[in-house]
């Protein structure tokens, strides 16, 4: 079936680092790829997505982009702010949008000034 | 962005009794609304699909019978564990969206941290 796979954490970096977050996927179509983050005591935003192959997505400063010959999404900042510390969640859409979505485990990444 | 709310955050529960989790969309339609299940240190697990008048789609393994969902209204959907169990306990997080169009954005509540004891 469908799965989500992505780095194991907590990741600890310090502030203005290079992040990098890995994350694959297997589908048996062309999913939509998403990356979620959820700050402490709130619910799961969406930071950014891609619906197809090539595409980048990108937001407050993070990118990801589709690639579909390594089934990848791998999440990148070029420089890390401590407000950035939170739990990021790669995930996966099969089909429309009216299906649920099949996450990875997430990634707690800590900031330290 | 929209705002869904989830209730109660936290709840404590005898066991065998039965729990209601409420899920509520504050400014938009939910036409479909998703229930997820997370045991810790691993995925968010759908468990249910439902849709405004219409009744829920579990996902396999799931016991239709035991999660109980209604969704009555575009703003509302619960989750009802009935007769809990230790095992129940678990973070439920519901999540909606406006239409069941491709590409359209899932909102998600905080979350419910459901101990059984």
């Known amino acids: 079936g469908d799965s989500v796979t992505q780095m194991e954490g907590p990741v600890t970096l310090s502030e203005e680092a290079f992040l990098t977050i890995n994350c694959t996927y297997t589908?048996?179509?062309?999913?939509?790829l998403f990356w979620y983050v959820q700050y402490p005591g709130e619910g799961l935003q969406l930071l950014l997505k891609?619906?197809?192959?090539?595409d980048k997505g990108s937001n407050k400063g993070f990118e990801a982009t589709y690639r579909k010959e390594t089934t990848s999404f791998h999440l990148e900042k070029g420089s890390v702010q401590v407000s950035d510390s939170a739990v990021y969640f790669c995930a996966q859409r099969a089909g429309g949008g009216a299906d649920g979505l099949t996450f990875g485990k997430g990634t707690h990444l800590i900031i330290q000034p | 962005g929209a705002v869904v709310s989830q209730h109660p955050s936290r709840v404590i529960c005898k066991s065998g009794t039965s729990v209601k989790i409420e899920c509520r969309s504050l400014d938009f339609q939910a036409t479909t609304m998703f229930w997820y299940r997370q045991f810790p240190k691993q995925s968010l697990m759908l468990m249910a699909t439902?849709?405004?008048?219409?009744?829920?789609?579990?996902e396999q393994g799931v016991e239709k019978d035991k999660f109980l969902i209604n969704h009555a209204s575009l703003t509302l959907s619960t989750l009802t564990v009935t007769s809990a169990h230790p095992e129940d306990s678990s973070f439920y997080i519901c999540s909606a969206i406006s239409a069941p169009q491709g590409g359209t954005e899932a909102f998600f509540g905080q979350g419910t941290r459901l101990t059984v004891v």
């Open positions: 891609a619906t197809k192959a090539d």
């Open positions: 439902s849709n405004e008048g219409s009744k829920a789609t579990y």
């Open positions: 589908a048996t179509g062309y999913p939509s």
